[in-house]
């Protein structure tokens, strides 16, 4: 079946720009996480659903940063007034289990690169 | 708190060769770890978990790590590199007190030599 998707592969956008990056989970799926990744360092947590609402947001860098997942299935990652230390890999993933158990493999799209100049 | 440190930021091998990638771990809790394997150009995959079950763990492509609590270790290994191990490695961390979140270790970019 089909994995993690996200669009677009890359965006550049100029500084103070809006832009939207969208994730669709594995089907099924009730959990979706936001990571991000800058460039030589691992993935940082933005923020996590459960459903369609945000479980955990406490990665989320500052009020610039959005998520929504309006429907408990695709979510969209909103930045506002985009800075040039925005630029960075934005990670999608999505598990299978809602029990919070350590088996939840979360599987991971190939992410969305995002350059601001 | 919790932390993980991946000792090596750049280890390389010849093909055929053990692989060793080293990782420690800070945390309050009892904790799972992961590692996880980032080929260029695409997506973060799955190598193995240690959820307290087995102190030794094995993954896929022949991959194993073992946890170590006195150490407060869980390094990666595998006993012959092939040149498609090439890439970069991840050690991750996440508390069982039902926070979701994976805290990850800066990485470690494998090299293998013909």
């Not at chain 1, 669009?7 to 799926?29: A, M």
């Not at chain 2, 790590?65 to 590199?81: G, N, R, V």
Request: charged share 20%.
């Amino acid at each position: 079946g089909a994995g993690v998707s996200q669009t677009p592969s890359n965006k550049v956008t100029e500084k103070g720009k809006y832009v939207e990056l969208r994730c669709d989970p594995i089907s099924g799926h009730t959990a979706l996480y936001w990571y991000r990744q800058s460039l030589g360092q691992g993935p940082e947590f933005l923020i996590y659903f459960q459903g369609t609402g945000a479980a955990d947001d406490s990665g989320l860098p500052n009020d610039r940063f959005f998520a929504v997942r309006p429907e408990g299935s695709v979510s969209t990652l909103k930045i506002q007034r985009t800075e040039r230390g925005d630029s960075a890999v934005y990670l999608c993933a999505s598990s299978p289990r809602t029990s919070g158990g350590a088996l939840d493999e979360q599987f991971f799209g190939p992410g969305t690169r995002l350059t601001v100049l | 708190a919790q932390s993980v440190t991946q000792l090596d930021s750049h280890v390389s091998v010849s093909e055929g060769t053990p692989v060793l990638l080293r990782c420690n771990y800070s945390s309050s809790y009892s904790p799972s770890l992961f590692w996880y394997v980032q080929h260029p150009n695409k997506g973060l995959q799955l190598l193995l978990k240690y959820t307290s079950a087995a102190t030794l763990v094995k993954g896929i492509n022949g991959f194993e790590a073992e946890f170590k609590k006195s150490e407060t270790s869980f390094h990666l290994t595998k006993p012959s590199a092939h040149m498609s191990d090439a890439a970069e490695y991840f050690c991750v961390v996440r508390l069982d007190t039902g926070r979701r979140a994976l805290t990850f270790g800066s990485g470690t970019r494998l090299q293998v030599q013909p």
